[in-house]
Nanobody
Framework: QVQLVESGGGLVQAGGSLRLSCLAS???????MGWYRQAPGKQRELVAS???????NYADSVKGRFTISRDNAKNTVYLQMNSPKPEDTAVYYC?????????WGQGTQVTVSS
């Protein structure tokens, strides 16, 4: 099964920028990939997703600020976070889907200070 490792989280000021990376243990060209987040006391929610054909989908709350992309040659998916807000503070998880199976990374903490 594919293993996913997120990196790039940390503390960022509101209005700044941050890029998250998700490195997969195998080739990802046939996987649908996504970023989810979970804030304390809240359910995990979709942030952005990208299909194997590079079609993207975003949560309304991040449209125009965040960008998901994939580099299949590097087995990596990115989440570029521009103009983050304090309400974007959460643990961000990478997800991979293929053939009805879902795989998750361990998550990376993102904290946005006001």
């Amino acid at each position: 099964q594919v293993q996913l490792v997120e990196s790039g989280g940390g503390l960022v000021q509101a209005g700044g920028s941050l890029r998250l990376s998700c490195l997969a243990s195998e080739m990802i060209f046939s996987y649908a990939m996504g970023w989810y987040r979970q804030a304390p006391g809240k359910q995990r929610e979709l942030v952005a997703s990208i299909t194997s054909l590079r079609s993207t989908n975003y949560a309304d709350s991040v449209k125009g600020r965040f960008t998901i992309s994939r580099d299949n040659a590097k087995n990596t998916v990115y989440l570029q976070m521009n103009s983050p807000k304090p309400e974007d503070t959460a643990v961000y998880y990478c997800r991979a889907d293929r053939g009805g199976r879902t795989f998750w990374g361990q998550g990376t903490q993102v904290t946005v200070s006001s």
